[in-house]
T-cell receptor
């Protein structure tokens, strides 16, 4: 099984719909992250969490919210999806030393 | 606020040639990461550089870190087609801040 699992892997949704992307990890790490990837823009940080009670906004948090349900689970929600949120979304984890960050397989989201 | 810039953003190389990808960062970062991404895939960790002067090599790829110059390089030796991918550098420790990536195409 993958260390970091994202569901769903692909999703097409309509403008205005609420959608949740889920991430779970088996690494036992405290730190979890959500990134968005757009062609030519690299990965941009949406939200991050250093432990269950800690949630922080990243560079592009507007239009998104997150929930850290447990150490192993970190969900990203789009309250009212819009077409420019069409992107590839990655969840990642690391321990506090951050000697390596582990990435999920990504969720390709299309908003029509 | 840490900012990371990579250049070039696009690189077309002939097989057998050498080239270097550059990664500059704006503020103190005590570690630098290099990742590879194949189209539609996740990120694969290549190197983590933890100190000034660090050099790591894996096959045809060699990464180095100069913290005084705020510069990391990824050197490609004798490129082969299998190295075609997008390469990202990222500054840390956490959360990682990524450059925009270098799309490498190795052609015969």
């Amino acid at each position: 099984d993958a260390d970091v699992t994202q569901t769903p892997r692909n999703r097409i949704t309509k403008t205005g719909k609420r959608i949740m992307l889920e991430c779970s990890q088996t690494k036992g790490h405290d730190r979890m992250y959500w990134y968005r990837q757009d062609p030519g823009l690299g990965l941009r940080l949406i939200y991050y969490s250093f432990d269950v009670k800690d949630i922080n906004k990243g560079e592009i948090s507007d239009g998104y919210s997150v929930s850290r349900q447990a150490q192993a689970k970190f969900s990203l929600s789009l309250e009212s999806a819009i077409p420019n949120q069409t992107a590839l979304y990655f969840c990642a984890t690391s321990d506090w030393r951050a000697t390596e960050a582990f990435f999920g397989q990504g969720t390709r989201l299309t908003v029509v | 606020e840490l900012k990371v810039e990579q250049n070039p953003l696009f690189l077309s190389m002939q097989e057998g040639k050498n080239y270097t990808i550059y990664c500059n960062y704006s503020t103190t970062s005590d570690r630098l990461y290099w990742y590879r991404q194949d189209p539609g895939k996740s990120l694969e960790s290549l190197f983590v550089l933890l100190s000034n002067g660090a050099v790591k090599q894996e096959g045809r790829l060699m990464a180095s870190l100069d913290t005084k110059a705020r510069l990391s390089t990824l050197h490609i030796t004798a490129a082969v087609h299998d190295l075609s991918a997008t390469y990202f550098c990222a500054g840390g420790p956490t959360p990682l801040v990524f450059g925009k990536g270098t799309r490498l195409s190795v052609i015969a």
